[in-house]
């Protein structure tokens, strides 16, 4: 049985007043499902979310990391400085990332490689923009994604390696992917994975969908056999919507 995973992503949002608040919400919400579920504040609040919900079974984790050790680089955080605050996942990869940041698949090879190094769990994202959905060139895409970023790596990674889906075209902007759009791709991308490291290591791999994920849609994606959960953005800011998404298991 692969692990179930529900994760929010906060992006640049909540101050460290407003994190406290919503994490309060959170801790008073009650989980009905064995969902593993993890919340991503931004760098500045995790020290003290990490605090704050160490007796409970939400994980802190972080929204995105530097590959190097340390050094000139202004602005950045290392894994080191993630680990020193409790943060033992790391999500890498992130369409905004790639977009605003210029984050290669080149770069995120690299990023991979050191969060594994420090022992930090990946949560790699990926997933086409809408041309490339509407030109039916989503699969070549999502595969170049995990073969570039990915595909160096010795099977045994795979142990601390999640993946996410994100279609471009679905998040944040109330368009999700349909529950057989995320089957169809979730299915693909086991079979890529199953291709080059075989079958077993690809049924072990738990595949999140993310895009436009809310409580009334949650259920029939998490019902597909190849969804094993979901990365939630806009959804994930409150704490009844982010709970009753990780209760529609
Ligand atoms: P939304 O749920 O707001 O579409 O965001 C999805 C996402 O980007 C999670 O990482």
Sequence with gaps: MRQQIVAGNWKMNNDL??????????KNQTKTSNAEVMI???????????????DDTIEVIAQNMHF?????????????????????????GHSERREYFGETDTILAKKVDTALAHHLRVIFCFGEVLADRKSGNHENIVEGQIKNALFHLEASA?????????????????????????QDMHAFIRKTLANKYGNDLANSVSILYGGSVKPNNAQEIF???????????????????????VNAF
Excluded: C, H, R
């Design 158 to 182: 795979f142990k601390n390696i999640v993946l996410a889906y994100e279609p471009v075209w679905a998040i944040g902007t109330g368009e999700t992917a349909t529950p057989e759009q995320a």
């Design 17 to 26: 007043a407003q994190t406290e608040t919503l994490i309060t919400s959170l």
């Design 40 to 54: 991503a504040p931004t760098f500045t609040n995790l020290w003290q979310a990490y605090q704050t919900l160490k």
């Design 68 to 92: 190097a050790e340390n050094g000139a680089y202004t602005g950045e955080i290392s894994a080191s400085m993630l680990k020193s605050v409790g943060v033992k996942t790391v999500i890498l």
């Design 223 to 245: 019902s597909k056999p190849d969804v094993d959960g979901g990365l939630i953005g806009g959804a994930a800011l409150n704490a009844n919507d982010f709970f009753a998404i």
